[in-house]
């Protein structure tokens, strides 16, 4: 497998213009309905050929991978109308594919094995560079996976050609949690980055608010106020289990998980203003961390488990501060604006996402943690719950479009933006989830 992909990997960043202006929507079967309307204006051309037994299939694979490298708004996607769909490297006319202007092409072949199980052969070819024995495979891998698998593997393929291509992992083998309301329920779901696979975690008719995934994605805290008081619970999404962790006399909000999945960081007024607490996942070794007269609420963890970030307003407006994680004396990160609240670590901990209040808009920004430079990404007036890709290249969010809340999505540059939407529902509170792996 060739590793050099110098000749392949477009930059993507220092451009100005945005291209794909018209909307793309995609699949109505997806509980959320994702629509593209920004793109970067260097685009990747890549042909994605139909599989090869695909169609054997209810899902078409080829279609999801497509979809998928569309929704980055990175990548030029190839008409193979009228190609021959290669199965093997020895198939492919590297001229013929580097004629239609692809860079890379990928393949693949779907091939049932005994007891239902399926192999996914698939290849990325490189059609710039040509050896004059065979052609350049950029990526070779046999996926097994099963029916049930087949969206998730799908996913994985395009993860693989985000990388080879971009030199950054791919974060399309995600899931995502999010809020819903319809009338007086409360939902709890769960869906696959693309909006399919979307399943109720839990529901109730009182509010459900701040889901946050464990690392390893098997858990989710929230809190709910089911008990007519907020609690902070944490669910194990394979069983439905879920267990109070924090629930002591006033209020109990904002968790957030440490990176190890070993402690949470909570927000607590058991002794009056709220403060933050750390807390074992179990419920155990609660310890407080901060200790002011004012509020201290949304914490978040730095990757690296020595930081929290957190909004205070102790310096007389809602600013965004840092501490170490086992509590000390916090340092005070943003100044520019009156109100800067929610700060997210960005997955290599290099800055945060947050929300600021500029001229009576909510928008989302990241600031560089070194140099403390802002920028702001959005300009819809009433964002909120930035939450993270875990490659660091996408933002999810919540908004409002016509009175309803939905879930939008923005690139750390601001370049491509997306809004994800539910038919006739209220849709708040988005968490990105860690990339999933294949079950054996």
């Known amino acids: 497998m060739n590793k050099s992909m110098t000749s392949l990997r477009i930059t993507v960043i220092g451009t100005v213009l945005t291209l794909l202006l018209s909307v793309i929507t995609f699949n109505a079967r997806a509980a959320l309905t994702i629509e ?247 419920g155990s070794g609660l310890k407080r961390l901060t200790h002011t007269a004012n509020i201290d609420t949304e914490p978040n963890w730095s990757p690296d488990g020595k930081y929290l970030l957190f909004t205070s307003d102790r310096g007389g407006s809602p600013q965004i501060y840092r501490m170490p994680s086992y509590g000390g004396e916090p340092v005070r990160l943003t100044f520019e604006g009156s109100y800067n609240v929610t700060p997210r670590f960005s997955p290599d901990g290099k800055s945060f996402a947050f929300i600021q209040r500029e001229g009576g808009k909510f928008r989302v920004a990241v600031q560089d943690i070194v140099s403390g430079q802002v920028q702001i990404l959005t300009d819809n007036g009433l964002d909120e719950s930035p939450s993270w890709a875990p490659n660091g290249k996408m933002i999810l969010y919540a908004t409002e479009r016509l009175g309803r809340g939905v879930l939008a999505a923005v690139s750390s540059d601001g370049r491509v933006k997306q809004k994800l939407s539910a038919q006739a529902s209220d849709v708040r509170e988005p968490s990105w989830g860690p990339v999933l792996r294949a079950k054996p």
Not at 88 to 111: C, F, H, Q, Y
Not at 251 to 271: I, K, T, Y
């Open 36 to 282: 593209i309307t920004g793109g970067s204006s260097l685009q990747i051309p890549v042909a994605i050929a139909p599989f090869a037994g695909e169609e054997a299939y209810p899902d078409t694979l080829s279609k999801i991978v497509m979809d998928d490298l569309a929704r980055s708004g990175i990548f030029k996607l190839i008409d193979t109308s009228g190609m021959i769909a290669p199965r093997l490297p020895a198939d492919v006319r590297v001229s013929e594919w580097r004629a239609k202007g692809a860079t890379a092409l990928a393949m693949a072949n779907v091939i049932p094995q005994v007891g239902g199980r399926i192999d996914v052969q698939f290849r990325l070819i490189d059609t710039v560079r040509q050896d004059v024995a065979q052609v350049v495979q950029l990526a070779g891998y046999s996926l097994p996976t099963t029916n049930a698998q087949l969206r998730l593997t799908a996913h994985q393929i395009a993860d693989i050609i985000f990388e080879k291509l971009t030199g950054t992992p791919g974060a399309f083998a995600t899931r995502i949690a999010y809020i819903t309301k319809h009338g007086n329920s409360h939902e709890l779901q769960v869906a696959d980055s693309d909006g399919y696979n979307a399943q109720t975690v839990f529901t109730s008719r009182e509010p459900i608010i701040s889901p946050t995934w464990s690392p390893d994605g098997t858990k989710l805290a929230y809190v709910a106020f089911d008990q007519k008081k907020p609690i902070v619970y944490v669910q194990t999404l394979a069983t439905g289990k879920r267990q109070a962790v924090a629930n002591f006399k006033g209020n109990n909000s904002a968790p957030a998980w440490s990176p190890d999945g070993r402690q949470l960081a909570v927000v607590l007024s058991r002794d009056g203003f709220a403060q933050i607490y750390s807390i074992n996942a179990d």
